[in-house]
């Protein structure tokens, strides 16, 4: 024997013998779902005892998608998905019934500047060039939905690269925006494993005007760069004016629950240029000190 050669497998592939098993005879016996084979059993899958496996799936899923696409680092942007795009703002304020639906509407129309702001940062990231390696960096990431994650979906379909949306299933519909690249296109269950795709390969992250859902995945940042279970990376703060009628950080520290110093966790700004230089001003600084 010459060929000295040999398979990289013995075994048969999962989808092969899954393949076999769909195509089988029926009776009673392979009728029933205790016959069918536990990864393609969707009932047992969804058994309430079955949380760990479908955590580790959802974890792992994202993983090698992620991977495959050679990315290796994200700017992951925050926002409101109920800030739209100026022209629609306008829109809704021209169909506000009352007074203080006209100032709630007012308030968003002073907001929509940030999704042209959302959508220009993001072609500034996605311009950023592959490593020797061919890994890609500051891959724009949003929250897939509608509003400030379009923006930033959006912008990096303007300059022809490929972008990132975690989406997650809410009891209303929500479907990804147009602009997500559909490979990269994600579904969540759990919120948890969501925000901890979002932070794993994020180098900067950008915060702009947003609700409960924008509050909770930007403290939690802060409060993992505070305690040190991350290294810290630039935080964009979009819109002082807002944040700080909404959150008094002065009050917290008056207050004593945070140090003076965690507020250089934030960086506010208002342009994307300004963003997208602090961002690059940080990571070369960084280098530099090896």
């Known amino acids: 024997m010459t060929d000295t050669r040999v398979p990289s497998r013995m075994f048969r592939r999962a989808d092969e013998d899954a393949q076999t098993a769909r195509t089988g005879s029926h009776t009673p016996q392979t009728e029933h779902p205790a016959y069918q084979l536990a990864f393609q059993d969707l009932d047992f899958l969804l058994r309430e005892d079955l949380r760990p496996i479908r955590f580790q799936l959802e974890l792992l899923k994202p993983t090698l998608l992620l991977d495959e696409a050679k990315i290796a680092s994200m700017l992951v942007m925050y926002g409101s998905a109920r800030i739209p795009e100026p022209e629609k703002a306008k829109?809704?304020?021209?169909?506000?019934?009352?007074?203080?639906?006209?100032?709630?509407?007012?308030?968003?129309?002073?907001?929509?500047?940030?999704?042209?702001?959302?959508?220009?940062?993001?072609r500034l990231a996605s311009a950023f060039p592959r490593d020797?390696?061919?890994?890609?960096?500051?891959?724009?990431?949003?929250?897939?939905?509608?509003?400030?994650?379009?923006?930033?979906?959006?912008?990096?379909?303007?300059?022809?690269?490929?972008?990132?949306?975690?989406?997650?299933?809410?009891?209303?519909?929500?479907?990804?925006?147009?602009?997500?690249?559909?490979?990269?296109?994600?579904?969540?269950?759990?919120?948890?494993?969501?925000?901890?795709?979002?932070?794993?390969?994020?180098?900067?992250?950008?915060?702009?005007?947003?609700?409960?859902?924008?509050?909770?995945?930007?403290?939690?940042?802060?409060?993992?760069?505070?305690?040190?279970?991350i290294e810290r990376m630039p935080v964009l703060f979009y819109g002082r004016e807002f944040w700080e009628r909404v959150v008094s950080f002065e009050a917290l520290c008056e207050e004593g629950v945070i140090s003076e110093r965690d507020l250089d966790l934030i960086t506010f700004v208002e342009t994307a240029e300004e963003g997208w230089r602090v961002v690059q001003d940080f990571w070369a600084a960084k280098n530099a000190e090896g």
Do not use: W
């Not at 379009?150 to 209303?172: C, K, Y």
């Not at 296109?185 to 795709?197: C, D, E, T, V, W």
């Open 91 to 122: 829109a809704l304020f021209e169909l506000a019934a009352d007074d203080k639906a006209r100032a709630i509407a007012q308030r968003l129309v002073d907001k929509s500047k940030y999704y042209d702001v959302a959508r220009e940062l993001a």
């Open 132 to 229: 020797e390696e061919g890994n890609r960096h500051f891959v724009v990431c949003s929250g897939g939905g509608p509003s400030i994650m379009e923006a930033a979906n959006r912008g990096a379909a303007d300059v022809g690269a490929e972008s990132v949306g975690l989406n997650i299933v809410l009891p209303h519909e929500q479907a990804p925006n147009a602009y997500v690249t559909p490979s990269l296109s994600m579904q969540f269950h759990y919120f948890a494993l969501r925000k901890m795709h979002f932070l794993l390969r994020a180098r900067a992250v950008a915060v702009f005007p947003g609700g409960f859902g924008t509050f909770d995945e930007s403290f939690e940042l802060l409060t993992l760069i505070q305690t040190g279970k």
